[in-house]
């Protein structure tokens, strides 16, 4: 975890985030690199896994996508390659680790923790993203170069695969270290290259979605609510001086028409809440291999097994009255109160809960115990003996 004596993440969201970069020398108690550059290269040979490689030949970058056969790794040259793994939070607990010290900013807003390999001198080239992303670095040094903000004017490199600037004119440099982080805000200029083997990067990217994005989800999903006897009626009609006018009342029926249920915000709240917890990978099917029930419920925790979100899971939740909540979990909505509110609020704010942070007041209700069987039963958690850590959730091959 992050040394809060090192880093003041409210300093940080008032002076900086959004606003400029910042370089943080390894705040943590005592970093320790999550994952083994051969665990990283099993995972990209993965089917289910999104994986890239960028190779650098002369001064041209060359991307392939996973999954890579094993042998692909040993004809690789010995400098100039970068390998990338996306969401490796979801697939190795130790990674989705990294998460919790970032937690001053909502859940909503992390997308998931991409993990980079790099040989001596490989890169993805300068480039901007359009979100905020912390550059953690886990092995070996890299050196990172920021440039300028850019717009959806600035000038790319005609690459069929990359978004690369044509021109890139660094304005700061630093050199990480493990454990160092490099916070880099939304559209600013950057490129980083490894110096030496062994470089490892995991870098924790926070969606923004486009307004463009919002407003053709939101759309489609109003339409998919609409009948389509649902249409201009104007039972008031009185005969106009001029039949090619359209008059200001119909103007305004037709505006209510249009956009009445756009602008419905308790609707709208309800949709983001599932459409911000929609799993990342639609691909994958996390439910376990055997259903329960509530008597398999108590089964586990009488045994003493902890509760635990399954790290490719995303939990929210809403707070409608001072005792109920709308819980959101992989983009389905649970409707929660009283006790099972509180229970909610729990499940979203920690990833582990015993037994006595799940229970209410000494017990755990009848709708409790349905909210927790119903999220065992579609992978959103699982168990943990408090043994060797072993969560009992089964990934199958796939949807």
Same mark, same amino acid.
């Given at each position: 975890?992050?040394?809060?004596?090192?880093?003041?993440?409210? +300093?940080?969201?008032?002076?900086?985030?959004? $606003?400029?970069?910042?370089?943080?020398?390894?705040?943590?108690? %005592?970093?320790?690199?999550?994952?083994?550059?051969?665990?990283?290269?099993?995972?990209?040979?993965?089917?289910?896994?999104?994986?890239?490689?960028?190779?650098?030949?002369?001064?041209?970058?060359?991307?392939?996508?996973?999954? /890579?056969?094993?042998?692909?790794?040993?004809?690789?040259?010995?400098?100039?390659?970068?390998?990338?793994?996306?969401?490796?939070?979801?697939?190795?607990?130790?990674?989705?680790?990294?998460?919790?010290?970032?937690?001053?900013?909502?859940?909503?807003?992390?997308?998931? =923790? #991409?993990?980079?390999?790099?040989?001596?001198?490989?890169?993805?080239?300068?480039?901007?993203?359009?979100?905020?992303?912390?550059?953690?670095?886990?092995?070996?040094?890299?050196?990172?170069?920021?440039?300028?903000?850019?717009?959806?004017?600035?000038?790319?490199?005609?690459?069929?695969?990359?978004? !690369?600037?044509?021109?890139?004119?660094?304005?700061?440099?630093? =050199?990480?270290?493990?454990?160092?982080?490099?916070?880099?805000?939304?559209?600013?200029?950057?490129?980083?290259?490894?110096?030496?083997?062994?470089? #490892?990067?995991?870098?924790?990217?926070?969606?923004?979605?486009?307004? +463009?994005?919002?407003?053709?989800?939101?759309?489609?999903?109003?339409? #998919?609510?609409?009948?389509?006897?649902?249409?201009?009626?104007?039972?008031? !009609?009185?005969?106009?001086?001029?039949?090619?006018?359209?008059?200001?009342?119909?103007?305004?029926?037709?505006?209510?028409?249009?956009?009445?249920?756009?602008?419905?915000?308790?609707?709208?709240?309800?949709?983001?809440?599932?459409?911000?917890?929609?799993?990342?990978?639609?691909?994958?099917?996390?439910?376990?291999?055997?259903?329960?029930?509530?008597?398999?419920?108590?089964?586990?925790?009488?045994?003493? %097994?902890?509760?635990?979100?399954?790290?490719?899971?995303?939990?929210?939740?809403?707070?409608?009255?001072?005792?109920?909540?709308?819980?959101? =979990?992989?983009?389905?909505?649970?409707?929660?109160?009283?006790?099972?509110? =509180?229970?909610?609020?729990?499940?979203?704010?920690? $990833?582990?809960? $015993?037994?006595?942070?799940?229970?209410?007041?000494?017990?755990?209700?009848?709708?409790?115990?349905?909210?927790?069987?119903?999220? /065992?039963?579609?992978?959103?958690?699982?168990?943990?003996?408090?043994?060797?850590?072993?969560?009992?959730?089964?990934?199958?091959?796939?949807?």
């Amino acid at each position: 975890m992050i040394d809060p004596e090192r880093f003041d993440s409210a +300093a940080f969201l008032r002076d900086s985030w959004q $606003k400029s970069p910042v370089l943080i020398r390894n705040p943590w108690h %005592a970093w320790a690199n999550p994952l083994q550059p051969d665990e990283l290269a099993g995972l990209s040979c993965e089917c289910l896994v999104e994986a890239r490689l960028v190779t650098q030949r002369n001064s041209d970058l060359h991307l392939e996508h996973g999954p /890579f056969a094993e042998g692909r790794f040993a004809d690789l040259p010995a400098r100039s390659w970068t390998l990338l793994v996306q969401a490796v939070d979801h697939h190795v607990p130790a990674v989705a680790t990294l998460l919790d010290s970032f937690r001053f900013i909502p859940d909503w807003r992390i997308d998931d =923790v #991409m993990v980079s390999y790099a040989a001596d001198g490989g890169g993805v080239g300068p480039h901007f993203d359009n979100y905020d992303v912390f550059l953690i670095q886990g092995l070996g040094r890299r050196r990172w170069q920021l440039g300028e903000y850019c717009n959806n004017d600035v000038a790319l490199q005609p690459h069929d695969d990359l978004r !690369l600037l044509r021109e890139f004119r660094p304005t700061q440099e630093w =050199v990480l270290e493990p454990g160092d982080i490099l916070y880099v805000p939304p559209r600013l200029a950057h490129n980083g290259v490894a110096i030496g083997d062994d470089c #490892m990067t995991y870098s924790i990217g926070f969606r923004a979605p486009s307004r +463009a994005e919002l407003i053709e989800e939101w759309t489609d999903e109003v339409l #998919m609510q609409l009948a389509d006897d649902d249409r201009y009626t104007d039972p008031d !009609l009185t005969q106009q001086a001029n039949a090619g006018e359209i008059a200001p009342a119909a103007v305004a029926r037709l505006h209510e028409l249009a956009i009445g249920h756009l602008l419905d915000a308790t609707s709208f709240l309800r949709w983001f809440g599932r459409y911000s917890t929609r799993p990342a990978d639609a691909g994958i099917d996390w439910r376990p291999e055997q259903a329960i029930d509530a008597r398999a419920l108590h089964r586990h925790v009488d045994d003493g %097994a902890a509760i635990i979100r399954n790290p490719a899971s995303r939990f929210s939740f809403v707070r409608q009255t001072p005792s109920s909540v709308l819980l959101f =979990v992989d983009g389905q909505c649970h409707s929660c109160a009283g006790d099972v509110a =509180v229970l909610a609020e729990r499940l979203c704010g920690q $990833k582990r809960l $015993k037994w006595s942070q799940i229970t209410i007041g000494g017990g755990l209700s009848a709708p409790g115990e349905t909210l927790l069987v119903e999220l /065992f039963n579609q992978g959103s958690i699982g168990f943990d003996d408090g043994e060797d850590g072993v969560e009992i959730i089964d990934q199958a091959d796939g949807a």
